[in-house]
């Protein structure tokens, strides 16, 4: 890590810290090495230095959209994080080419499957998308889920700290066993990618994958090894 992003990082934990109780479960599940696809829900803007700060001294990426740039701070800092940037709603298949060197670089990828933020807390529906990425890399998938960070911003405007929790779950890989990944597929896929994050969250965050009696695992393996 070069000095100007240890020193990001270091400022980043130390502000995190005044201004958040953080208490966190599970990091110890995060492989100490290799290619390593975590996903977690999208409440706002303190999750992303939250995880950044959590995974370290992981080297780790992530994807946001390109209007991000447009701000010269956020723009600055993405760039120093190595963020790369993807054009919403169009096959951005430069975004893909980046995303999948990352991996085979053996860094850690962040992703939120909903797509944009759930301003409630509660998750919304997950986009396929991370499918087809975790398939063509091969890379294991981890849930990281968190919850509180949602009222960051009101807690800060009242002077009071904000409980941010975090939890992760267990990695594994999708298996498709041969089977033709077509639209439908995939999005099947991806619900049980967020039944597995919305496990990890209390009940009143769980929001379209509220009902884990619905929950199925048909396309996850799991294993010790990863």
Known sequence: MNLVRWFVVQIIKLGLG?????????????????????YSNHTGSIEV?????????????????????????????FNLWGIIPIRRGEAD???????????????????????????????LRGHPGIVMLAIRSGAPLIPLAHWGGENFKSNVKK???????????NPFIIKTNGEKV????????????????AALLPEEY????????????????YSKNF
């Open 182 to 197: 077509d639209k439908i597929t995939r999005q099947v896929i991806v619900d049980e990618l967020m039944y597995q994050l």
């Open 18 to 38: 005044i201004l958040c109780r953080i208490d966190t479960s599970g990091l110890d599940k995060i492989p100490l090495k290799g290619p390593l696809i975590v």
């Open 159 to 169: 002077l009071k700290r904000t409980d941010f929790h975090a939890s992760v779950g």
């Open 49 to 77: 230095p939250m995880t950044f700060v959590l995974l370290q001294p992981r080297p780790l990426t992530g994807i946001a959209k390109t209007e991000t740039w447009d701000n010269a701070f956020m723009a600055w800092l």
């Open 206 to 221: 769980r929001g379209e994958y509220n009902d884990l009696k619905s929950a199925t695992t048909n396309y996850l393996m």
């Open 93 to 123: 298949m430069d975004a893909m080419r980046k995303t999948l060197d990352s991996l085979k670089d053996g860094k850690i990828l962040g992703m939120s499957p909903e797509g944009t933020r759930n301003k409630t807390g509660k998750l």
